[in-house]
């Protein structure tokens, strides 16, 4: 009897090591996930064409609210250098993220999204009020 349960064991432990293996070869490891920029997107970071470097939108950028309470995505601005220019992050925007341009002091525009930018920034999606800095 002792044999048989020598044997059980044996291929026991024999089926649990080859199992651990399999796994510890499929599962990327952790840092692994750069895009084509190298930034990894596990760690939080995304390309930013306006600083030309991997960035963390929530450290780098200015954080909008949603001003509708159903929408729980915020929205993320990066402002060029120079303040002509923002790179917008809006979850489900086509393309994202998008580049803004200044029209005039304080005001940038993109297809149907308009930033006023004063003392709170208001971001307007085809006319409305869409977000809003905190």
């Given amino acids: 009897m002792t044999r048989l349960s020598d044997k059980i ?14 796994l510890a070869q499929q599962a990327p490891m952790p840092g692994s996930d750069r895009d084509e920029h190298g930034c990894i997107g ?8 306006m600083k030309n470097k991997c960035v963390r939108l929530w450290e780098a950028g200015v954080k909008l609210q ?3 309470k159903s929408n729980t995505s915020a929205a993320y601005l990066i402002f060029s250098a120079d ?3 923002i790179e917008a992050y809006v979850i489900g925007s086509k393309p994202y993220p998008f580049i803004m341009t200044q ?5 940038y525009i993109y297809g149907m999204y308009r930033l006023v930018s004063t003392k709170n920034n208001l ?4 006319n409305k009020v869409a977000y809003k800095s905190e």
């Fill in 123 to 126: 971001l307007y999606k085809n």
């Fill in 83 to 85: 303040r002509k220019q």
């Fill in 42 to 49: 596990s760690a939080g970071y995304t390309w930013s064409a």
């Fill in 103 to 107: 029209i005039k002091k304080g005001t």
């Fill in 9 to 22: 064991l044996s291929v026991t432990i024999t089926i649990c090591i080859t199992a651990s293996v399999t």
């Fill in 66 to 68: 949603p001003i509708d």
